[in-house]
Nanobody
């Protein structure tokens, strides 16, 4: 059974940092990523990384967020620095496998002004 388990969300002041983690079990994924969904908005891609460490970022987070992975631990991380109030959202770990998309349960990130 495939599972993605996230951790690391919370409340932080603007300008602060948080680190999200997502550990996968049940399969190995060549691509893993993070999406977020703010209230009233569509879910959007934040960052993604391949097993060869090729990365892709949303323009809104470039230079502030860093995605990385530990293939030995089947874990992907999202280091979020210089957080802004507009980064407030539920963050979801994502991993595609064939035609299926696997999602974590989501972790709330709230950035206060």
């Amino acid at each position: 059974q495939v599972q993605l388990v996230e951790s690391g969300g919370g409340l932080v002041q603007a300008g602060g940092s948080l680190r999200l983690s997502c550990t996968a079990s049940g399969s190995i994924f060549s691509i893993m990523g993070w999406y977020r969904q703010a209230p009233g908005k569509q879910r959007e891609l934040v960052a993604a990384i391949t097993s060869r460490d090729t990365t892709n970022y949303a323009d809104s987070v470039k230079g502030r967020f860093t995605i990385s992975r530990d293939n030995g631990k089947n874990t992907v991380y999202l280091q979020m620095n210089s957080l802004k109030t507009e980064d407030t959202a539920v963050y979801y770990c994502n991993a595609p496998l064939g035609i299926r998309q696997y999602w974590g349960q989501g972790t709330q990130v709230t950035v206060s002004s």
